[in-house]
């Protein structure tokens, strides 16, 4: 099952490598990764996601709390949140009117616009992104895709 983990976390050196220690160490995946300034300038967030048993990641959160340099972790897949995640998308229309209404419909917009190539950003969750992204295949050459990886905020 996969799993949003929120950390608030002291913004100090060598920090965010205890924690990303913590998930090697132990043989824990780490599928996505954002780190943030918050608006204390001496803590940063992390969202991460990771994989396993929901007796796995209590134990990660568990194991989290324990770090000094953690001020908080959430637990938001458990709870009330909202989650988005950014991709940016530079393709080649086969057909161009087909692959702006999909990005229309999906909430996107037309970043660039050079000869053939357009480039464009959505935001959503992740499974939405995935059908967005199968779409635009069937009307387009998709030159490079980046994605941001979710971002939660708790409910």
Known sequence: MRHIIGILLQNESGALIRVAGLFSNR?????????????????????????????TVQQIVSQLNKL???????YMTGGAHIERELVLVRLQPRDRDRVLAVVQAAGGR??????????????????SLDAVLQELREHAVLDAVVRSGTLGLPG
């Open 27 to 55: 043989g824990y995946n780490i599928e996505s990764l954002s780190v943030a300034p918050t608006p204390d300038p001496t803590v940063s967030r992390i969202t991460l996601v990771t994989t396993g048993s929901d007796a």
């Open 68 to 74: 000094v340099d953690v001020v908080g972790v959430q």
């Open 110 to 127: 037309v970043l660039t616009s050079h000869g053939d190539t357009l480039s464009v950003e959505v935001t959503g969750i992740e499974s």
